[in-house]
């Protein structure tokens, strides 16, 4: 790998920063508390082609890679991650899927306003009783001749109510198990489509998350991606580079309480000198620096490896793992180095820490990404 970033992904990346500061910083405690949802926040991250950011110029992307959205997504969210959830989401797992295994038709009416974020997209994969068994798809998609007939429930859906497209996996045969799952392209306001509550989370809290139902769904048969059976393949390679956008939010949200505890270290004195000045501070602030280096290391490989063809299963895995954790313990550290004032809102690390659990969550948790690098190692 190469070390140094290229004049355009600094420019990116400095842009990225520049929106996080003005643009994010000002009302992110009021979007928390209340649990808003950023949609002019999200809408100028689209013009500013963000939203599509590796998607091609001919579909309306902005033809970036994917080292590049890994330092756009560190700087998004070193300050808000209910906005950077909504372009990891966007980019990784709605546009990337489409543009790989769309079809021409499909890619201009559906890629083209989620790349140039005219509209923002949503993936449909967990269930009630199926979220890391994606096997286990309790939607149907019922094989009608000209259409299937959507019936089910699918909950924890990122940008669940405010977006346009949704990418629904369903079983279409259950004797064929995971052979017989569809990726089905579903548009808010079919009928039968119905929206459930926002979910009242413990972070990201602006993040639109909801359940949505699906009664006797007619969903056109051109809307299906890819061949009879192809959902589950479809879902697993659209999670792999969805793993690299939740490690760099992972990345950000550590980074960012990091930041946020050293500041305060030199600020903040207690027996005639700063805190910053006591050995145990110092030994917290070493750990947590060489621990943020090595998960941006990681996040890093992975994205070079998908920006050269490579196989990046493993690494993006490991990134995702390691991210996440360093993200947890990162960010419990910052709200100790900040003591009473870590447990307030206005200091930002309380709302870090809160932000940072989802990312062992989510994409898979912790354990499902240590049985993917165990098979891949094991190999």
């Known amino acids: 790998m190469h070390f140094e970033f290229t004049e355009e992904q600094l420019m990116i990346r400095q842009a990225a920063r520049d929106f996080a500061q003005t643009e994010l910083k000002p ?7 209340h649990q808003k949802f950023p949609a002019e926040q999200v809408k100028k991250l ?12 001919q579909y309306g992307g902005s033809g970036m890679d994917a080292i590049s959205y890994v330092l756009v997504m560190e700087e998004l969210s070193k300050i808000d991650a209910s906005v950077s959830v909504v372009v990891s989401v966007n980019n990784s797992l709605v546009c990337y899927g489409l543009e790989k295994y769309g079809t021409e038709e499909q890619k201009q009416k559906y890629l083209v306003p989620l790349a140039k974020g005219e509209k923002i997209g949503a993936f449909c994969l967990s269930e009630p009783e199926a979220g890391s068994d994606a096997t286990s ?35 279409t045969d259950a004797t064929k198990k995971h052979h017989g799952i569809n990726a089905l392209i579903v548009e808010k306001g079919m009928e039968g489509f119905t929206i459930g509550p926002k979910e009242n ?5 602006g993040s639109d998350t909801h359940s949505l139902m699906f009664t006797d769904v007619k969903v056109p048969k051109e809307n299906r991606i890819g061949e009879e059976g192809f959902g589950f393949k479809f879902a697993m390679s659209t999670l792999e580079g969805g793993r690299i956008g939740i490690a760099a939010q992972a990345l950000g949200i550590a980074s960012g309480a990091y930041e946020l505890a050293a500041k305060y270290a030199k600020e903040r004195k207690a027996f005639g000198k700063t ?3 006591l050995q145990a501070i110092q030994f917290k602030l070493a750990d947590m620096a060489t621990e943020i280096e090595a998960a941006r290391l990681l996040c890093l490989k992975a994205a070079w490896l998908k920006d050269h063809g490579k196989s990046y299963t493993q ?3 490991m990134a995702k793992l390691f991210a996440s954790e360093v993200a947890m313990r990162t960010t419990v550290e910052a709200v100790q180095i900040h003591g009473g004032y870590g447990f307030v ?6 709302r870090l820490m809160r932000d940072a659990k989802i990312t062992q969550i989510y994409e898979g948790t912790s354990e499902i990404q240590r049985i993917v690098i165990s098979r891949e190692i094991l190999k």
């Open 27 to 33: 009302g992110v405690i009021e979007r928390d508390e």
């Open 46 to 57: 689209g013009e500013l082609g963000f939203l599509g950011m590796m998607v091609s110029p």
């Open 137 to 171: 798809q309790r939607t149907t998609a019922i094989d009608m001749g000209d259409h299937y007939l959507l019936n089910g429930t699918k909950n924890w859906i990122t940008n669940g109510n405010s977006a346009s497209t949704y990418l629904v996996m369903a079983q």
């Open 201 to 205: 989370k413990m972070g990201i809290r």
């Open 275 to 277: 805190i910053a000045d």
């Open 315 to 317: 690494a993006g895995s």
């Open 345 to 350: 809102k206005e200091y930002h690390v309380e």
